[in-house]
């Protein structure tokens, strides 16, 4: 990120040329129009978020330490379990997946920038005012909004003011998902250097292309019943109010059509980056491309009809149920489908293990038995176990941290030498890595016993005969916890500031695509004219 | 460790047992079929899981390029891909096959021997026999008082910690019971673990579900879905009681119910509905408001409140009756008419409100009557 | 900016300047979200705050559109840039569309579920007086299962409903002969079927407020009127509000002709307005059919 921090340590820019050298001070960040500056802003924030979002956890791991409130009342506890899951969500994995999209996906393609950049700042600075909102919800009367990430009515309809902040830090939070999505479906249909074809485009840019059309498909919904929510709140309606003819569960509805495809958003742009890192490290081209890319528009397409996985409980007729099941089981086959083909990259490759292919086959691994425990809990019957227990819990870490956020930590391994121009430490990226692989599974594999015992969620106290696991689980998230500010402290600092080796424009041997056609780190500008394109549209010839 | 290293915590039997690992051993037949359907799935999943990474770790392991390993070239194959399409779509096809008889017997509700309501109120559940044996028992079920305090305390203890409840619900052996649940403010979930039961209550709607328990003993679990602050403190205990037993519990529980009744005509005196009304407040009340009706938080202050101390008495009873803030005060009106004058007279004469005013039950008929 | 141009000194592609606009629209945002919040919890500096953002707002707009203006008559925008504004109206359009599904959806689940739900034979345990009937309303029967809701009287299809679907229909029309005339270079009439346009819409919502009132004074159908009034309101309200903000267009669009901007090969800006206009009349026709007459 120095390539963008430090303006002076560049190769000198024709001096004359200001159209190409970044503006000095700070309005290069708060006026940008650059997509790599907007990249890192993106970055930078979603760290903070998830520091944030971090610390939260490490509030709710404390107190279920040990059985009985030590240190926070049960609102409280709430609260953070509430703000923990929607900052990590809204504020954490989507903001960072943009920020990889808005740098890598005009190198990827060939193109100078992002669509409507003017629209893509927009897009980042919403954030700030959504995630003030959001944090200062804290300090209004009655505290932050304590009725889970979900915003399950009638329990939203209690809630004090904070809620509506929360409500409207969704708005504007969706407003920039979605312009965000329409950039990139944008850039990636019409900005594509000539020779880039759909089916020779890298797939991290289909992978994002497909989660940009889940966003502006689904972003409104949950504006919708967000709306319905601040309506039934302050003027009257009764949507969710069954006294005036309304429904509770239909919240639930509408909020799943939106958050079962949100959970793809935040997997899709992840089995992008690995993509692209397997074949890099073994060498080797990635195996079934096209039905990579039609397992992804699979999993986009089904992630439609399977909402009510997540509502087996309300009640269903029993053919809502099966349905339901069924379809949910479906995902199964073409994420299977992309896991064999990583692992058929794999196979008779001539691989290597630096941090990146580290974190890769950690999230292969990890993220496989999410997708299995995700399995189990779609078996109806065995959901009505599970449901609202510890398993869940469980189940979306499993997924959301060692599928979403590993993936994230590969790619800027992968990419961050691109970005800052300098070589993060093999050894520091190693400690990382299995550090975090550790720590994650002593935090979260104790917690399917919790939830097959019975453990409920969002829960401030509990029985004394979960207090092992629970103590178990606290002890693996301080230590995941102090990995990722190690990180931060240890890797991410000195890259910015230029410390470290100086990075070759391409920095591992079997790395493909464009992005590394442009020297470390990245000039300003690149591709200002459209490159001319070798056959397989991955190294530029003139 | 600690706890259960040093002896400070037992397994609960038909509860939570130390360091449980696995569904709670089935006390019905649905729980004792998801069981097997989990270990079904859990099988499966394993023996694939081993299959896919054993390829993975050995490619690891063989096809490094420090052994030399030169990349080969092949990067596509219809033919096994087309396989790992089909073979894992017929794998999930038979999970769900396996699954659908246990789908339909779980919502197959007919045919009950004893119907149940149970209501779910922030933070209690309330229990109405609706049909069968024992039809007419009423009663509400909350969370051992002391154990709440320890909670707070930070000092929990029992092998019960957080199941003790004053009133469990009773249901005889080997019958089908139905229980049908719903809500008074906002969702609730009641689960019993070892039934195989876990079942929204919805307000304003009506759900069912059904188990038929197949030996004695007690049965615990606790509420499943986020229900405000208190969520964590109102489990459910369910007796399950050979026919005897449970013709027994009946008829001490009408004869309890019968002496219990209270006459909304009768009028009380001061002291009287002062001493009942602390009753009532501490059962109900307190939670929110604070044994010294400070509130806290969005919870507001009877403690010098205006309507507490409003000469008019429909005003606060009024609020008791319908709630108020979308609820955050939830309506109170399952309260029995005496008990809702009582807990009136009650705050108005306690802490700093010295009103000295008191207020019948018949004011609260008639109000309800409006 | 990009430096590449083709033949006729337009850019290959067009990269802005660096801007103040969207980190200003964030604040102004920022002022809205939070002043609304604290306002309707009564707390009354929130409308200050709110008014503080809708003016940084407008500005901010003003300046933005004024910047993109500049640029489109300044030649900047290539063929490549139209098509990127096509894909980008077309799929703005979509998440309205999704936007407008959730309030659908929920009309759909309130009618084909939860009031038939509320009537059922189990659901008698709770509510023991309420019929499924809709609208939830009728001689006999409760507004609501819990009879909290005042009688009321529905929405019709007639007279206003039918006449705002011709308005609408002939404006989906007259809209389309403008875009002819600017094709054929005809700006005078051009500019004379836009006006009639904006005239149609603004009659449309002229229409649209009486009947408002019409439902809040006779009929005494009012946003708190249960489930129907509820989902009345909310979709049609938010319709009317999205051909208020057509409107405005088309008269921004308008204005700008007569200023003399576009020309028959290059004006993708009227165009996008007219997409955004049919997509509010096809909304409309939903609405028509599954508010009104349904
Ligand atoms: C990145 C996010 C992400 C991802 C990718 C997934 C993926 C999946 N999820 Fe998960 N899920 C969440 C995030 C995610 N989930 C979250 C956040 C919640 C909780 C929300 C809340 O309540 O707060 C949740 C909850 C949740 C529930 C509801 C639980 C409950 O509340 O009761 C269910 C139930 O069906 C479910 C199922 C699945 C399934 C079937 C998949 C599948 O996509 C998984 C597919 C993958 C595999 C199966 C593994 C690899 C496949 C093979 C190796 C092939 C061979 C395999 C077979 C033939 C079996 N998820
Ligand atoms: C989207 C991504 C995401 C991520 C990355 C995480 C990360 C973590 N989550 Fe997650 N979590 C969710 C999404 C996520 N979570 C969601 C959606 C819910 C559901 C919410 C709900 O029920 O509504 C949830 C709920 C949830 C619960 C259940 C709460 C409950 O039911 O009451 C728990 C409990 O252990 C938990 C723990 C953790 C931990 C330990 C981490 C760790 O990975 C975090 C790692 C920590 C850091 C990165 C912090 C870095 C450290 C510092 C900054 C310095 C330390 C400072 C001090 C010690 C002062 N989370
Ligand atoms: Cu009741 Cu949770
Ligand atoms: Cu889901």
């Known amino acids: 990120m120095s390539a963008v921090l430090d303006a002076h340590g560049r190769p000198a820019h024709d001096a004359h040329d200001h159209a190409h050298g970044p503006t000095p001070g700070w309005r290069r960040w708060v006026y940008a129009t650059n997509h790599k500056d907007i990249g890192t802003m993106y970055l930078l924030f979603s760290f903070t978020m998830l520091m944030i979002g971090g610390v939260l956890a490490l509030c709710i791991r404390a107190e279920l330490f040990k059985p009985g409130l030590q240190f926070f009342n049960p609102e409280l506890f709430n609260q953070f379990t509430t703000m923990h899951g929607l900052i990590m969500v809204f504020g954490a994995i989507m903001p960072a997946f943009v920020g990889f999209a808005n740098w890598m996906i005009p190198l990827q393609i060939g193109a100078s920038d992002m669509a409507f950049a003017r629209m893509n700042n927009f897009s980042f600075w919403l954030l700030i005012p959504a995630a003030l909102l959001l944090v200062s919800s804290f300090f209004m009367p009655g505290g932050a909004p304590a009725a889970g990430w979900t915003l399950y009515a009638p329990l939203t309809l209690q809630m004090g003011p904070a809620m509506d902040a929360g409500i409207f830090a969704m708005h504007i939070m969706g407003a920039s998902s979605i312009m965000g999505a329409i950039n990139i479906i944008v850039t990636v249909l019409n900005m594509r250097a000539p020779g880039m074809t759909l089916m020779k485009m890298p797939l991290f840019a289909w992978t994002w292309l497909i989660t940009a059309y889940l966003l502006i498909a689904v972003m409104p919904v949950l504006a919708g019943a967000i709306t319905m929510t601040l309506t039934d709140r302050h003027f009257g309606t009764s949507f969710f109010n069954p006294a005036g003819g309304g429904d509770p569960v239909m919240y639930q509805h509408i909020f799943w059509f939106f958050g079962h495809p949100e959970v793809y958003i935040m997997i899709l742009p992840a089995f992008g980056i690995i993509s692209a890192i397997i074949p890099a490290f073994a060498r080797k081209k990635l195996f079934g491309y096209t039905s990579m890319v039609y397992a992804t528009g699979s999993i986009a397409i089904l992630s439609f009809i399977v909402w009510a996985h997540h509502m087996y409980t309300t009640g269903m007729p029993v053919t809502g149920q099966l349905f339901f099941m069924y379809a949910t ?75 979403s956020l590993f993936a994230m930590f590969a790619g800027y391994y992968y990419w961050g030498p691109k970005w800052t121009g300098v ?29 097959l015992a019975g453990m409920p969620r969002r829960y401030a106290d509990y029985p004394m005969q979960f207090a092992d696991f629970n103590e178990i689980a606290s002890i693996g998230a301080f230590g995941f916890g102090f990995m990722q500010v190690y990180f931060f402290l240890a890797t991410v600092l000195p890259m910015m500031r230029g410390r470290g080796e100086p990075a070759p424009a391409k920095p591992w041997e079997g790395a493909e695509g464009l992005e590394w056609e442009v020297p470390s780190p990245a000039p300003h500008h690149t591709f200002e004219t459209p490159p001319k394109l070798d056959e397989t549209a991955t190294r530029v010839v003139g | ?43 499966v999943c394993l023996l694939i899981f081993i299959g896919v990474f054993g390829v993975m770790f050995y490619s690891i392991l063989k096809h490094r390029k420090s052994l030399g390993a030169k990349p080969a070239n092949f990067h596509e194959s219809v033919r096994v891909e ?38 779910g109120y922030q933070w209690k559940w309330g229990y109405e026999y609706l049909k069968g044996p024992g039809e007419g028992i009423q009663f509400l079920s909350m969370l051992d008082p002391a154990q709440r305090q320890m909670s707070d305390a930070g000092k929990p203890s029992g092998d019960d910690y957080l199941l003790k409840v004053d ?120 939670v929110c408001h604070r044994p010294d009706g400070k509130g806290g938080g969005p919870v507001k202050p009877l403690d010098g409140s ?9 005003v606060q009873i009024q609020v008791l009756l319908h709630g108020q803030n979308n609820n955050a005060m939830p309506s109170w009106k399952q309260l029995s008419d005496t008990e809702i004058a009582a807990v009136v007279t009650f705050t108005k004469n306690n802490w700093g409100n010295q009103t000295g005013q008191t207020v019948q039950p018949s004011e609260v008929t008639t109000a309800r009557a409006q | 900016m990009s430096a590449a141009n083709d033949s006729h000194g337009t850019p290959y592609y067009f990269v802005p300047q660096p801007s103040r606009h969207p980190a200003m629209g964030a604040l102004a945002l920022f002022l809205i979200a939070f002043g609304a919040s604290q306002w309707i919890n009564d707390l009354s500096w929130g409308r200050y705050a709110v008014l503080a953002g809708f003016l940084v707002l407008f500005s901010v707009l003003f300046q933005w559109f004024g910047d993109a203006i500049r640029e489109s008559e300044g030649g900047q925008y290539s063929q490549r840039i139209d098509a990127s504004f096509r894909w980008s109206m077309s799929w703005f359009i979509f998440s309205e569309v999704m936007f407008f599904a959730a309030f659908f959806g929920a009309l759909f689940w309130a009618r084909a579920h939860v ?48 006449l705002n679907t011709a308005l609408l229909l002939t404006s989906g029309l007259t809209i389309t002969l403008a875009h002819h005339a600017l094709l054929a270079d005809r ?74 901007h576009f020309s028959s090969k290059h004006h993708f800006g009227f165009e996008g307005v007219a997409w955004y206009w049919h997509f509010v009349d096809v909304v409309w026709l939903g609405l028509y059919l599954v508010v009104y007459w349904m």
């Not at chain 1, 093999?426 to 890595?433: A, C, L, M, P, V």
């Not at chain 2, 001061?270 to 009942?276: E, I, W």
């Open chain 1, 329 to 403: 089981m479906l995902i199964a086959v073409p994420t299977g489908v992309k896991i064999f083909n990583w692992v058929a990259t794999m196979w008779r490759g001539s691989m290597t293990f630096e941090t990146p292919m580290l974190f890769a086959v950690g999230f292969l691994f990890v993220f496989s038995m999410g997708g299995f425990t995700g399995l189990i809990l779609s078996m109806a019957p065995v959901d009505l176990q599970l449901q609202d227990t510890y398993y869940v819990v469980a189940h979306f870490h499993y997924v959301l941290v060692a599928g």
């Open chain 1, 423 to 451: 070589m993060y430490s093999e050894t520091r990226g190693r400690i990382h890595f299995w550090g975090s692989l550790i720590f994650f599974n002593i935090t979260f594999f104790p917690m399917h016993f919790l939830g």
């Open chain 2, 1 to 43: 460790m600690a706890w259960a290293a040093d002896g400070a915590v037992q397994s609960l039997p038909g509860g939570p047992a130390v360091r449980q690992m696995d569904l709670a051993p089935p006390a019905t037949q649905i729980a004792a079929d998801v069981q097997s359907l989990h270990y079904g799935l859990l099988v």
């Open chain 2, 82 to 119: 087309i396989a790992w399409t089909i073979v894992p779509f017929i794998i999930v096809a038979c999970m769900g096959f396996a699954a659908t008889k246990t789908v339909v017997a779980q919502k197959d509700t007919s045919n009950a021997d004893l119907t149940i309501k149970v209501t």
């Open chain 2, 167 to 286: 009133h469990p619900m009773v249901v005889p052996v080997g019958q089908k019971v139905r229980i049908i649940t719903t809500a008074n403010d906002v969702i609730h979930s009641w689960m019993i673990p070892a039934f195989g039961v876990k079942q929204d209550a919805i307000p304003g709607f009506v759900r069912d579900t059904w188990f038929r328990a197949d030996r004695t003993g007690d049965f615990y679990g606790q509420c499943a879905e986020l229900c405000g602050k208190e969520h964590a403190y109102m489990p459910i205990h369910v007796r399950v009681l050979s026919a005897d037993d449970y013709a027994q519990w009946v008829a001490g529980e009408k004869k309890h119910m019968a002496d219990a009744a209270d006459d909304p005509k009768k009028v009380w005196t001061h002291d009287a509905l002062m001493a009942r009304g602390q009753q009532v407040y501490a059962a109900n009340c307190a």
């Open chain 2, 306 to 314: 205006a309507k507490v101390l409003d000469a008019d008495h429909l």
């Open chain 3, 115 to 162: 009031i038939p739900a509320l009537g059922s034979l189990d659901n008698q345990l709770l509510w023991p007086d309420f019929k499924a009937v809709w609208p939830s309303e009728m001689p006999g029967v409760t507004a609501s299962p819990a009879g909290t809701v005042a009688p009321f009287e529905t929405m019709g299809p007639w007279p206003i409903p039918t």
């Open chain 3, 187 to 260: 700006r005078g009439s051009c500019i004379g079927w836009m006006w009639l346009t904006v005239a149609l819409g603004a009659t449309f919502l002229g229409f649209q407020a009486y009947e408002y009132m019409h439902a809040y004074h006779e009929l005494n159908l009012k946003l708190t009127s249960g489930i129907y009034g509820s989902t009345f309101y909310m979709l049609t309200g938010f319709h009317g509000f999205h051909v208020l903000l057509g409107t405005l267009m088309l008269t921004v669009i308008t204005l700008r002709l007569m200023k003399g």
